[in-house]
């Protein structure tokens, strides 16, 4: 929904240039019926409303979004921004200002004022019925009744160590994920109830960030984890609002646990929950009773290496159980269990990656959903019962095939491209059969002389098990009889994909410009070749991955324009880590190499990532030894550049100064530059001072004779 408002926002409100893209397809306006821009007669720029079954257009189409009738009805003084929280139909806008909320009534044009404090209301976010709002300040849970004003403070130990409703730093960066702005609440569908997490930050060790600003600069400390630390303690509750009063959901609290990802039931009767051992080897579904916190385990799931929280449960309306998308066979695939654990249906049976359940059609019985199909580089769209049968794959055609679902699921527009074909609009039935093109942007002829080749093709690993995909872009005038450096642009994390067959353009980058062939590849681990690739990583981070590198380095090498002697990559945080371990550890492939942000040691990163892959420093030391970019700086011989902000507080500048202090001791050359007040990448003028600096490390390193 909030995707929907930001849409509608920027539409009405930003410039023409906004308003009149080169996209023709803006949105559904209802299930029949499509908003479209289009030329008249006069050449003018118009909205046009067009029937998705005839083709027929109300033109011009006058179309008052949310967005625009709010900023209208705004007062003078008042505005909006990208996030601001509003109800499902926008009667309703949750204003910050002065560091207090208001509540805008759009009809009546009407402003009244929540809250009158000093301390800012964090993840406002209104009840399912639109009565409440819910917020955290200061560690504490609050809602408040819209009708009367009345604000309820719903938890009272709030403070510098415990949080309600607010999760701790590590819980979230890597178990509820930065989109949640560190929400750690959830209302139930009848707006009676709120689930929280409680965290307790007292046994995390404190790790101090240094600003250097001013006269004696001055020290940040955060509750950061590092391999093998205490965890904050975290309790489920579920606040009733009527009485105001937490029921704890029960827990093992002897237990080194984590526990997250909560799903009401539609009935608001239940509470579906996670848990999963410190190991991260097994994850447990339990159902929770909100009036006692007596739970009940619904789902078990195990594996060697190690297994990851259900972010998209699809919870069924009618409460006969839920949707699990889970890798248990290897590949993701979709299963209908009930909520007494039993396994209703295997929906799918595919050796391919199911990317999202797009949506549910309970009255048909029918799943959505995307994924790559038999080709890893793809995205198609695909429909099938709910008990199994009649699986269709929806789209065609080799690359990237996005599609938009009307509002009851009568029609979709696809937006596709690939690597060599330019985007185009389509639009179909719910049962893949094409009615009409929407808009089809043309793929320009190309030109050697000024457009720079994308290719994609792959390569086979070193030890025959995978075809490794690998896209590259070539320089303008390309000449198979030149000698021509080239760099790898990579991530690498696990499951972190990285290669699709999309329409990129032919513009290049700034490096192809220069004359360097780029190139990105997607190794064993990067969930194209799904989890048997993935549990390659585990207790080996950077070992494979490099393997992989090398393989293509190898293909590479045997191009007769490719000059070995100029074999450079780069990357950030994971990327920046690859990059280091390359250029160490991978010394006789890879000579020049730029590391940003970047992991030099894993024993120095959070405990829940680390652990994951490569369980902890005392179950696996010759796993993190060999994985330590420290452990290979003997092998260095090349050149390389080291960037970091100083006060990064993900991936702390501690990594490069170890790196930077081996390297000085050892007696190797290499370059560096710190950034001062910035954290995990940063933008404006210091963005412009990095991206200068590296193009220059790539011009003096590759074409400049010394």
């Known amino acids: 929904m909030k995707q929907l408002f930001i849409f509608f926002l920027l539409f009405i409100i930003s410039s023409s240039q906004a308003q009149y893209s080169s996209a023709s397809f803006l949105d559904w306006i209802d299930d029949e019926h499509y908003l479209e821009r289009r030329v008249d007669k006069n050449n003018d720029k118009v909205l046009a409303k067009v029937n998705a079954?005839?083709?027929a257009a109300e033109m011009p189409y006058k179309h008052i979004s949310p967005g625009s009738k709010i900023m209208a009805a705004l007062p003078e003084g008042f505005w909006i921004s990208y996030n601001s929280p509003h109800s499902k139909d926008y009667e309703l806008v949750i204003i910050s200002k002065d560091n207090n909320l208001y509540l805008f009534e759009v009809a009546s044009k009407k402003m009244r004022q929540l809250t009158s404090n000093t301390e800012t209301e964090k993840n406002v976010t209104f009840s399912p019925d639109n009565k409440h709002i819910a917020f955290t300040r200061l560690g504490n849970l609050y809602t408040i009744n819209l009708e009367s004003g009345q604000e309820t403070k719903l938890t009272t130990d709030g403070s510098d160590l415990v949080y309600n409703g607010w999760a701790s730093w590590v819980y979230?960066?890597?178990?509820?994920?930065r989109s949640s702005n560190y929400k750690a609440f959830w209302w139930s569908p009848d707006s009676k109830q709120?689930?929280?997490?409680?965290?307790?930050d007292s046994p995390v060790p404190i790790f101090s960030i240094y600003r250097s600003a001013g006269v004696h600069g001055e020290l940040e400390q955060m509750h950061y984890p590092k391999v093998g630390d205490p965890n904050p303690l975290v309790s489920l509750g579920i606040c009733n609002l009527a009485t105001s009063k937490t029921t704890w959901v029960?827990?093992?609290?002897?237990l080194d646990q984590y526990i997250a990802w909560p799903f009401w039931t539609k009935d608001s009767k239940q509470l579906l929950f996670q848990q999963m051992p410190r190991d991260q080897n097994k994850i447990e579904l339990l159902l929770a009773n909100p009036k006692d916190g007596s739970t009940k385990k619904v789902y078990e799931e195990s594996r060697a290496t190690w297994v990851s929280f259900f972010e998209d449960i699809h919870m069924l309306e009618d409460n006969s159980g839920f949707i699990l998308r889970s890798y248990k066979n290897d590949w993701y695939n979709l299963y209908h269990y009930d909520f007494n654990g039993t396994l209703k249906t295997r929906i799918t049976d595919v050796k391919w990656r199911i990317n999202t359940i797009k949506k549910v059609d309970e009255k048909k019985k029918v799943v959505y959903f995307s994924g790559t199909g038999a080709v890893n580089t793809d995205l198609h769209f695909f429909s099938v019962n709910l008990d199994g049968s009649n699986f269709k794959q929806l789209t065609k055609g080799t690359g990237m095939h996005e599609a938009l679902l009307s509002p009851n699921n009568s029609y979709f527009v696809e937006n596709y491209s690939n690597i060599n074909t330019a985007p185009s609009r389509v639009l179909y039935d719910n049962k893949g059969n094409k009615i009409r093109s929407i808009k089809k942007q043309e793929t320009p002829e190309f030109s050697p002389k000024r457009h720079h080749k994308m290719e994609l093709f792959r390569v086979k690993s070193s030890d025959g098990k995978f075809d490794l995909p690998v896209i590259w872009t070539l320089p303008k005038?390309?000449?198979k009889n030149k000698k021509y450096p080239v760099v790898f642009s990579i991530y690498g994390g696990p499951d972190a994909g990285g290669i699709d067959d999309s329409w990129r353009g032919w513009r290049g980058n700034n490096?192809?410009?220069?004359?360097?062939i780029v190139v990105s590849v997607a190794h064993r681990g990067s969930?194209?070749?799904g989890k048997a690739g993935l549990d390659?990583?585990?207790r080996n981070l950077g070992k494979w991955e490099m393997e992989d590198y090398f393989a293509v380095v190898n293909w590479l090498r045997k191009q007769s324009f490719v000059d070995a002697d100029r074999m450079g990559i780069t990357g950030s945080s994971y990327g920046g880590y690859l990059s280091a371990m390359a250029l160490t550890y991978g010394a006789q492939y890879f000579t020049h190499g730029i590391a940003n942000l970047s992991v030099m040691d894993w024993q120095l990163y959070d405990n829940v990532y680390t652990e994951r892959y490569m369980d902890t420093y005392e179950q696996n030391p010759n796993g993190y030894d060999q994985a330590s970019v420290l452990s290979h700086v003997e092998q260095y011989t090349g050149k390389l550049l080291i960037t970091h902000g100083l006060m990064d507080d993900n991936v702390h500048v501690q990594n490069s100064i170890q790196l930077i202090d081996k390297l000085q001791d050892a007696g190797k050359e290499f370059e560096m530059m710190f950034y001062p007040n910035e954290r995990h990448g940063w933008g404006g003028p210091k963005g412009t001072h990095a991206r200068k600096l590296k193009e220059s490390f790539w011009s003096r390193s590759f074409f400049t004779t010394e």
């Open 511 to 516: 490096l192809t410009r220069m004359g360097i």
């Open 250 to 254: 029960d827990t093992d609290k002897e």
């Open 536 to 538: 390659y990583m585990h």
């Open 477 to 479: 005038n390309f000449d």
């Open 172 to 177: 979230y960066e890597e178990i509820l994920g």
């Open 527 to 529: 969930g194209k070749f």
């Open 194 to 200: 709120i689930a929280y997490l409680r965290f307790d």
């Open 53 to 55: 079954k005839t083709g």
